[in-house]
C-alpha cells in the first residue's frame, strides 16, 4: 500500500540531495505535477528532487521502499499520454540535471550518455564528426534522450530508420530495490540470458529508471532531398502513400497531413502550404540515390492525383517544411478548446482503410477529426476536437476515441505506435493483447517492483 512521505523520509532525502537540488515550494510541485498530454493535472508530488548521479538515484530508491512512497522519474515532460505524472504523488524525480554525453566512439559508432541529454543536442554533436542518430520525435529540441527511451519514442525518419528501440544497445539502471544493473553490452550482437534492455525500452519507468543509455550510431547519409505533393483529397495521398511502399521504395521520411491540419498550421505560421491535402517527402544517402528515389516517388504521386510536387530548393526551404509539420500538434490544438490526440498504427497498405473510416465516423458522429502523422510507417496520429466545458459533446469524443481504436484493431493494427500508453491508453490494453497479456504484464511489474513504487497507475490499468 502506497503511502505519503513521512516525515522522517522528508529528512533524509535532504541528506543525499543538495539544498539546490530537492524542494517542495508549491511552484515545482506543480510544474511536475503533469506533462504535455495535460492529464489530471491535480496530481502535484509532495516533493521534487533534480538527482545529478545515479547514487542518489540508488539511495532514493532504497528509502521510497523502506517507506512506500511513489516514485515518478520524468524528462521534459513532453510525452502525450500522461506517463509523467505522478498520480499517486509522492516523489518527482526530474532527470534533466544528468545531461552529459560522456562519450562518442567514432571508432565503433556508438555514444554514451545521461538521460537528461536532450535529442536534438546529441544529433547535433555527432554530426559535426559525420554520424547520425536517426529516431527524431517531433519534440527532439526539447525531450530527452531518457525520456525517449522511457516512451519507446519515434518520429518521421522510422519509416526507413526504425525507432528508439533500434538505437539502444545498453543501459545502466537501477531497479527499486535501489540495486544498479547494466544491461545489453557495447557490441552490435548480444544474446547473453533474457533482453533487459528491450524490456526496459518503452517501460515509461515502471520497472526501474535509466541513468546512462548506450546508443548505437550510423555514418551520416551524404545527402538529403525534400519535397511536398498536394492532393484535392486526404483519401488521394493515403493512396499515394500505399503505393510508394508497394513499389518497394522506402523513403527517409513519408508524412501525411490532412486539410484540416495544413489550415491549421498555416494559421499558425504563414509558411505558404497550399489548402490541400498534403504529403512531406524525404529521401537521403548518396546523391544518386536519393535523386533516383525521389524521381520515382514523384512519378507515383502524379499517377495518384498530386496537383503539384514541389522540390526545397534551400536548407532554409527544407527546414520550413519541417517547421510546420513538427508544429502540427500545436497548430491543431488552437483549434478547438480541447483536443483528444491518440498515436494509432496499421499495416502501411491499410492507410487509405483508416483514412476513409475515420472520415466516415467523423460525419457520422458530428466530433471533428484531424489527421497527421507518419503515414510511412502507418502511424497516424488522430486528433478528436471537442470542449470539456460541454460534457455532451465531450462524451461523444470519448465515444469516438473508442471507435478509432476498435478500427484501428480491426485493420490489424495497434493503439499506440510511439506516444506509449501512460494514463491515457491504460484502460484499452486489453482490447488489444487481452487478459492473459495483462496479467502477464502485472507479473513482470511485480517482480521487478514488488512495493509499486516506481510510476504507479501507468500502462497496467488499475
Known sequence: MLTMIPKQARERLKDIYPQDAISHQAEDLVAYGFDAAAIAPESAPEMVAFPTETGQISATLKLANEFGFPVTARGAGTGAVGAAVPVHKGLALVMTRMNRILEIDRDNLTALVEPGVVTGKLQEEVEKLGLFYPP?????????LGGNVAMGSGGPRAVKYGVTRDYVLGLEVVFADGSI???????MKSVVGYDLTRLMVGSEGTLGIVTRIRLRLIPKPE????????FAQVSQAARAVAAITSARIIPCALELMDRGSV???????????????????????????????????EGILREHGA?????????????????????????????????????VTVPRSRIP??????EALSEKTGAPIISFG???????HVNILTDKRDEKRYAQALKTVEDVFRITLELGGTLSGEHGIGLAKAKYIESEIGERGVEIIRAIKKLFDPNNILNPGKIIPE
Open 136 to 144: 527524431d520525435p517531433s519534440s527532439l529540441h526539447v525531450s530527452t
Open 181 to 187: 544493473v547494466a544491461t545489453g553490452a557495447q557490441t
Open 223 to 230: 545527402t538529403v532531398m525534400t519535397a511536398t505533393a498536394s
Open 263 to 297: 489550415e491549421a498550421v498555416e494559421k499558425l505560421l504563414q509558411a505558404g502550404l497550399p489548402a490541400a491535402s498534403l504529403l512531406l517527402i524525404e529521401t537521403d544517402g548518396p546523391k544518386e540515390q536519393a535523386s533516383m528515389e525521389m524521381s520515382r516517388i
Open 307 to 343: 496537383e503539384g510536387v514541389k522540390t526545397a530548393s534551400t536548407r532554409k526551404d527544407r527546414d520550413l517544411l519541417w517547421k510546420a509539420r513538427r508544429s502540427m500538434s500545436q497548430a491543431t490544438s488552437r483549434m478547438a478548446p480541447n483536443k483528444i490526440n491518440e498515436d
Open 353 to 358: 482503410d483508416l483514412i476513409s473510416r475515420l
Open 374 to 380: 507518419h503515414a510511412g510507417d502507418g502511424n497516424m
